[in-house]
């Protein structure tokens, strides 16, 4: 003969029902290590847990970016100190060959060290980053310049006359100016004449080519004028390049801290308080065999209704 169930007894199976429901809720939370797995567990939360996830996906790409700037602009800066020292190196032959006692011969040997370094520059200006031109603008896809022995004023023609728009943000949003094209670097023309302005590095490179080579003693001389004011603006240029690599390296720092408070804060709202909840489930699972235990000895207990056949 079975007892009848009676309200006591139904209350006892719903607490016993949500006490078990607490303990497999825990188990899963300590073996997943999430406190919200799902909407139904925090519906507080869940709006702050998705804009904080949200958050930190355009951040890593942020970083992405910050990273792959960072690359381009160190290899800026060490492609512009070699252009620094090719010119440097070709205004120390021009000081060679102005000297009264060189034969035309000498001259044209040392012409033949200088077109080498106008190759460098060339080389310089079409330096590739990842497949990418970085020099050439927005059409990053092509070299900036060629060697082009027909162009005696400046030896070279210019392929890409795209301009530089490229920027990156930080994860304020502030922007970053991280590139300039190879015409703005090494070829500034004179806005009024169209022509190569007075720090022009291929129209230097190119006079002194010319003047060597036609043992033109004057024009040497004015080649040597136009290679210390056209090492000086490229100086300026590596300035430019060294202030965005300072500003992307403190940008990187930003994003990074940035990173780490919001992790923090989606750790808080999401992430279990295991010892919490292994305490919590210590305390459940006895309370469940204490339960079971009361409910086993009431079933077993008699009553005046046991003797009754």
Do not use: C, H, W
């Amino acid at each position: 003969m079975f007892p009848n169930v009676n309200g006591a007894t139904e209350l006892y199976l719903a607490n016993l029902e949500r006490n078990q429901d607490r303990i497999a809720q825990v188990q899963t939370q300590i073996s997943s290590g999430r406190r919200v797995q799902n909407a139904s567990d925090d519906p507080a939360a869940v709006p702050q847990i998705l804009q904080l996830k949200a958050t930190l996906g355009l951040n890593q790409q942020i970083q992405t970016n910050l990273g792959a700037a960072s690359t381009e602009l160190s290899t800026a800066d060490s492609s512009l100190q070699n252009a620094i020292a090719a010119v440097g190196n070709a205004l120390t032959l021009a000081l060679q060959g102005a000297n009264a006692g060189m034969t035309a011969q000498q001259r044209t040997d040392i012409a033949q060290q200088v077109s080498g370094l106008q190759q460098v520059l060339v080389n310089v200006s079409n330096t590739q980053v990842n497949g990418r031109y970085i020099f050439s603008g927005d059409q990053d896809n092509q070299p900036a310049y060629q060697l082009d022995p027909t162009n005696v004023t400046e030896g070279v023609t210019r392929v890409s006359n795209a301009g530089a728009t490229r920027v990156i943000a930080d994860a304020t949003g502030t922007t970053i100016a991280v590139a300039k094209t190879a015409q703005q670097i090494f070829d500034p023309q004179d806005p009024v004449t169209n022509q190569p302005a007075a720090n022009n590095t291929f129209a230097a490179i190119q006079t002194l080519i010319t003047a060597l080579s036609t043992n033109n003693q004057a024009g040497i001389d004015q080649a040597a004028i136009g290679l210390r004011a056209a090492s000086s603006y490229l100086n300026d240029q590596l300035a430019f390049y060294g202030n965005a690599e300072n500003r992307v390296a403190s940008a990187q720092d930003l994003a990074q801290k940035f990173q780490t408070q919001e992790t923090q804060q989606l750790s808080q709202l999401q992430d279990a308080d295991v010892a919490s909840l292994a305490v919590e489930m210590n305390l459940a699972q006895v309370q469940n065999q204490a339960s079971l235990s009361v409910e086993a000895n009431v079933l077993q207990s008699k009553n005046l209704f046991s003797y009754l056949g």
